[in-house]
């Protein structure tokens, strides 16, 4: 039996300045710990808006939408198109809340916009979202932007002239025309918060949620989380009884949603392993192709699962979510897919509330080591490679939840293509330093 072990973690260093703030976020799983990110606390009400496009990046919009509603913020998520449904990239659909115009005359305690290309140019474009925002900055009120969009969209409106901010390494120049830029992974100058890219959307997120109700309700939210206490560093999994996962052309992989579905868990996985060059099937466990997901985000599937048991996959993957764990629990069709996968010793896995609630119950643990929600491990029959972020036993791999999403879906990456392909994948998200 061969086993890998995560590598030594490097101390974390905390630094805050009273006006400008450059902080590799810790992420802290007990209540013992504090997350600290030395903020300036906004009104109560923690009123948000997300504005969404085509051709946005899905992690960047839908972690950060997640994290602020755990926190209790009255998140809007707004369509700049004519439509509320919008083609993120990577083949993801995402449904708003509303069309801007219904939001143009509201006050938002925060705007944060995500990025991904051409989505940040789309929201650039925008005029109501642009009078919305220099309405913001101009009263006073916290705005935030990730990856492309404070180059693109905040710096092309002046927004950060005189500020220091950050944005996706190859966005840095442009930024430069219009900020002092700064490499930090999230960074705070005043009311403005910027950020990388899709592997530091969470740190980004955890700060938004500090700033908007601070540091206590940052640290209540970042236990259930389960996030990594070394950002930016090298990731890793446990791997037992190793096995060869292959594929003819691509890998094609199965990935079920459900109304109750972890939006983040969900969308990670799929747009992560569509990056890698896998065919990713997303099917729909319910009546309709659009969800609501645990966190009321709406994801709308690419076909539903009696369609897609028709297919035969080199990877099942089941995202958590307790509504969702248990929707997938009761649908026969999908458990007899992962009875005739696990059989045939072809790879399945999931993360989550899954493994406790899905795999678990239906016998599909039976004589593997795996992990779960810290929460559920107590369901495991076998609890001894519980603690993990990621274990892989043979054709199976399990994970804890949303903050070890990333994790997960690069050692999926890693056994279908190799470390190289893995480690580059997250060094592009900059979820590992470049």
Not at 138 to 147: D, L, P, Q
Not at 268 to 297: C, H, Q, T, W, Y
Not at 299 to 306: G, N, R, T
Request: hydrophobic share 45%; glycine share 8%; net charge neutral.
């Amino acid at each position: 039996m061969a086993l890998r072990h995560l590598t030594p973690l490097s101390p974390l260093r905390i630094l805050t300045r009273p006006q400008t703030t450059s902080v590799p976020f810790p992420t802290l799983p007990t209540s013992r710990k504090k997350c600290f990110f030395g903020s300036v606390m906004a009104s109560a009400a923690g009123k948000v808006l997300v504005p969404i496009a085509n051709g946005i990046e899905p992690m960047e919009a839908v972690i950060t939408i997640d994290i602020l509603r755990r926190a209790g913020a009255d998140v809007t998520v707004a369509s700049v198109e004519k439509q509320l449904g919008v083609d993120a990239c990577h083949g993801m659909k995402i449904v708003a809340d509303a069309l801007i115009p219904d939001c143009a005359d509201t006050v938002f305690d925060l705007i944060s916009l995500p990025g991904g290309m051409p989505g940040a140019a789309a929201l650039k474009d925008c005029g109501i979202l642009e009078r919305t925002v220099r309405r913001q900055a101009t009263e006073g009120r916290f705005y935030a932007a990730i990856c492309a969009a404070p180059a693109v969209a905040l710096g092309s409106w002046g927004l950060l002239k005189g500020l220091k901010a950050t944005c996706y390494p190859s966005f840095m120049e442009q930024l430069s025309s219009s900020a002092t830029t700064v490499e930090s992974r999230v960074h705070q100058d005043g009311k403005v918060v910027t950020s990388r890219g899709p592997g530091t959307t969470m740190e980004f997120s955890v700060a938004l949620v500090d700033q908007l109700f601070g540091k206590e309700k940052a640290d209540e939210v970042c236990g259930p989380l389960v996030m990594r206490p070394n950002h930016g560093d090298e990731f890793t999994m446990v791997e037992l009884n190793p096995m060869e996962w292959t594929f003819d052309y691509c890998p094609q992989i199965l990935v079920p949603i459900a109304d109750g579905t972890e939006e983040m868990e969900a969308t990670m996985i799929i747009d992560i392993l569509r990056r890698a060059k896998a065919e990713v099937v997303v099917a729909s466990v319910g009546d309709k192709l659009e969800i609501l997901a645990s966190r009321k985000v709406k994801l709308v599937a690419d076909m539903p699962l009696e369609e897609a048991v028709k297919r035969s996959y080199d990877l099942i993957v089941l995202p958590g979510g307790l509504g969702g764990a248990q929707a997938f629990a009761n649908s026969e069709k999908l458990v007899n897919l992962l009875r005739k996968q696990k059989e045939t010793n072809r790879p399945y896995g999931a993360i989550c509330a899954s493994p406790a609630l899905v795999l678990e119950p239906h016998g599909l643990l039976k004589g593997k080591k795996a992990t779960a929600f810290p929460a559920m491990c107590n369901k495991l029959s076998d609890q001894s490679e519980a603690e993990n972020r990621v274990v892989v036993d043979g054709n199976l791999i399990t994970s804890r939840g949303p903050g070890t999403s990333m994790e997960f879906s690069l050692a999926i990456v890693e056994k279908f293509f190799g470390r190289k392909k893995a480690v580059e994948l997250a060094k592009t998200m900059l979820f590992v330093r470049p």
